[in-house]
């Protein structure tokens, strides 16, 4: 069974300074792998997907993830946080074309940034 | 298009009252999912919906919940009866599977309180 790990349940961070959030999957085949924000009181937000080809994939609102297999890995970057950044953030794993859209997600981590 | 429409946006209730949660999706969409928020189990799915017949319902907690989908423009999550431990937010979602697995648009949610 696919299962999504986000080992940080709070991360504080000051503007401008850059963020890395973390987010490790077990899934059997190549997985799709996506990053969501919600805001809130807010449903969620995609904010970047990752399916095939570049590791490196780039997003809305200058944010960036990088896909490493051998670690089972896929962290969240960016390198100056705005303070509108603050927000819960969840990493999830999914089954792809044939396995219905079903997502597993982790379980968030929480941003605060300190202006 | 307006987006994932879910009604209402909070219920309270007491317990052994009965609960309903609609939610209609984007025009065209043909995967619809329930999931439930809460701060111990983070986002889990209930169940998900493909051209209005229940694919997988393995998420629901039990028999006091059920799902249905009427057609492709309505879908309800009803708990009956209601216990203080089904508080949490329950969020719709729906999909598109034409092409590549593509995200999933979330409504905001119905926060729901069992007293």
């Known amino acids: 069974a696919q299962s999504v790990t986000q080992p940080d349940i709070h991360i504080t961070v000051s503007e401008g300074a850059s963020l890395e959030l973390r987010c490790n999957y077990s899934?059997?085949?190549?997985?799709?792998l996506f990053w969501y924000v919600q805001s809130p009181g807010q449903g969620l937000q995609l904010l970047l997907k990752?399916?095939?080809?570049?590791?490196l994939v780039q997003g809305i609102k200058g944010f960036e993830a990088e896909f490493k297999r051998s670690q089972s890995s896929f962290n969240l970057r960016k390198p100056s946080v705005h303070w509108s950044d603050a927000a819960e953030y969840f990493c999830?794993?999914?089954?792809?074309?044939?396995?219905?859209?079903?997502?597993?997600f982790g379980t968030g981590t929480q941003l605060k940034v300190e202006l | 298009d307006a987006g994932v429409i879910q009604s209402p946006r909070h219920e309270v209730t007491e317990m052994g009252q009965e609960v309903t949660l609609r939610c209609k999706p984007i025009?065209?969409?043909?995967?619809l999912f329930w999931y439930r928020q809460t701060m111990m189990r983070g986002l889990e799915l209930l169940i998900y919906?493909?051209?209005?017949?229940?694919?997988?319902d393995s998420g629901m907690p039990e028999d006091r919940f059920s799902a249905k989908m009427p057609n492709a423009s309505f879908s309800t999550l009803k708990i009956q009866p209601s216990e203080p431990r089904d508080s949490a937010v329950y969020f719709c979602?729906?999909?598109?599977?034409?092409?590549?697995?593509?995200?999933?648009?979330f409504g905001s949610g119905t926060q729901l309180s069992v007293l």
């Open positions: 919906f493909n051209n209005n017949v229940p694919i997988d």
């Open positions: 025009s065209g969409h043909d995967y």
């Open positions: 899934y059997g085949a190549t997985p799709y």
């Open positions: 990752y399916f095939s080809g570049d590791t």
């Open positions: 999830a794993v999914g089954a792809g074309p044939g396995g219905g859209n079903k997502l597993t």
């Open positions: 979602a729906s999909s598109s599977s034409q092409g590549l697995v593509e995200k999933l648009f």
